[in-house]
T-cell receptor
Framework: AQSVAQPEDQVNVAEGNPLTVKCTYS??????LFWYVQYPNRGLQFLLK??????LVKGSYGFEAEFNKSQTSFHLKKPSALVSDSALYFC??????????????FGSGTRLSIRP | NAGVTQTPKFQVLKTGQSMTLQCAQD?????MYWYRQDPGMGLRLIYY???????DKGEVPNGYNVSRLNKREFSLRLESAAPSQTSVYFC?????????????FGAGSRLTVL
């Protein structure tokens, strides 16, 4: 079965330190990979996506993500965390275009907390 | 530039009551989706519509029905609400149903079933 795992429910980081939010997936073929962020009482907002090519993808608000095909991972990173980065982060995977399953699969979410 | 608009934002129902969540997008997107968000479970797809005139079941369709009224609007109906349907519901849309299309989400509708 196709799945997405975010192994950490919560990640705590001090402001100014680098942060990593982990995501691994189990989808056949070459899927499309996404990160979304949800601020309190808001809908999800798109951060970045991986389609093909360079394994390091840059997105909004200084975030980037590293695609690792051998480890089937797509970890979200930021070199220097801000308190305003505190939010709920979701990894999502869409099977490749030739798959009959057109549905996007979301992970369970990781709450990122940045302390001043 | 409204994007995806959901109504109502909050609703309290009694068990057995029915209601419809409305969703409209103004981005000329082809595909639309309904998700529910529960603590620790992320987003789960209820139903989606790949294009106007089509609807398909997602991961958790039981107890729900949908209508793709036109290209802009996609409604979610609870015929007989149950406490297990207490959740936050999100509508989303995308230019297409396949590929690397990005979802645009509404602000959510918080439903409580007593």
């Amino acid at each position: 079965a196709q799945s997405v795992a975010q192994p950490e429910d919560q990640v705590n980081v001090a402001e100014g330190n680098p942060l990593t939010v982990k995501c691994t997936y189990s989808v056949s073929g070459n899927p499309y990979l996404f990160w979304y962020v949800q601020y309190p009482n808001r809908g999800l907002q798109f951060l970045l996506k991986y389609i093909t090519g360079d394994n390091l993808v840059k997105g909004s608000y200084g975030f980037e993500a590293e695609f690792n095909k051998s480890q089937t991972s797509f970890h979200l990173k930021k070199p220097s965390a801000l308190v305003s980065d505190s939010a709920l982060y979701f990894c999502a995977v869409r099977p490749p275009w030739y798959s009959s399953a057109s549905k996007i699969i979301f992970g369970s979410g990781t709450r990122l907390s940045i302390r001043p | 530039n409204a994007g995806v608009t959901q109504t109502p934002k909050f609703q309290v129902l009694k068990t057995g009551q029915s209601m419809t969540l409305q969703c409209a997008q103004d981005m000329n997107h082809n595909s639309m989706y309904w998700y529910r968000q529960d603590p620790g479970m992320g987003l789960r797809l209820i139903y989606y519509s790949a294009s106007e005139g089509t609807t398909d079941k997602g991961e958790v369709p039981n107890g729900y029905n949908v209508s793709r009224l036109n290209k802009r609007e996609f409604s979610l109906r609870l015929e007989s609400a149950a406490p297990s349907q207490t959740s936050v519901y999100f509508c989303a849309s995308a230019p297409g149903a396949v590929g690397a299309n990005v979802l645009t989400f509404g602000a959510g509708s918080r439903l409580t079933v007593l």
